[in-house]
């Protein structure tokens, strides 16, 4: 079993910067990707980013591109997203995500459905 933790959510000025962590406990972790979803109030989860373990490939969702980054490191099991030019709309429970199945498609990235692990999620309010 795989346990996700997530960290570095908080309050932020429009414009401002936040980074999360996630790092993963519990057995070996052999997992294919990482990735970070959000949900905001009355909305669906959506997919944010995501990073293959192996390889370090990265994919992101089209309204965080050039302002989002995503990275792991494997030997603390930890993966980040950087987070700059915040928006009001950015405002959300981010939550980490683990899949042991490997995508090749951003649409099977995107799938929710298809992570096994997830972290208890971290709350990002960005102010205007």
């Known amino acids: 079993q795989v346990q996700l933790v997530e960290s570095g959510g908080g309050l932020v000025q429009a414009g401002g910067s936040l980074k999360l962590s996630c790092a993963a406990s519990?057995?070996?972790?052999?997992?294919?990707?990482m990735g970070w979803f959000r949900q905001a109030p009355g909305k669906e989860r959506e997919f944010v980013a995501v990073v293959t373990w192996i390889g370090g490939n990265t994919h992101f969702s089209d309204f965080v591109k050039a302002r989002f980054s995503i990275s792991r490191d494997s030997a603390k099991n930890t993966m980040y997203l950087q987070m700059n030019s915040l928006k009001p709309e950015d405002t959300a429970v981010y939550y980490c995500?683990?899949?042991?199945?490997?995508?090749?498609?951003?649409?099977?990235?995107?799938?929710?459905?298809?992570?096994?692990?997830w972290g208890q999620g971290t709350q990002v309010t960005v102010s205007s």
């Open positions: 995500a683990a899949r042991s199945r490997m995508a090749y498609s951003f649409k099977d990235f995107a799938s929710y459905k298809d992570y096994e692990y």
């Open positions: 519990g057995r070996a972790f052999t997992e294919a990707a």
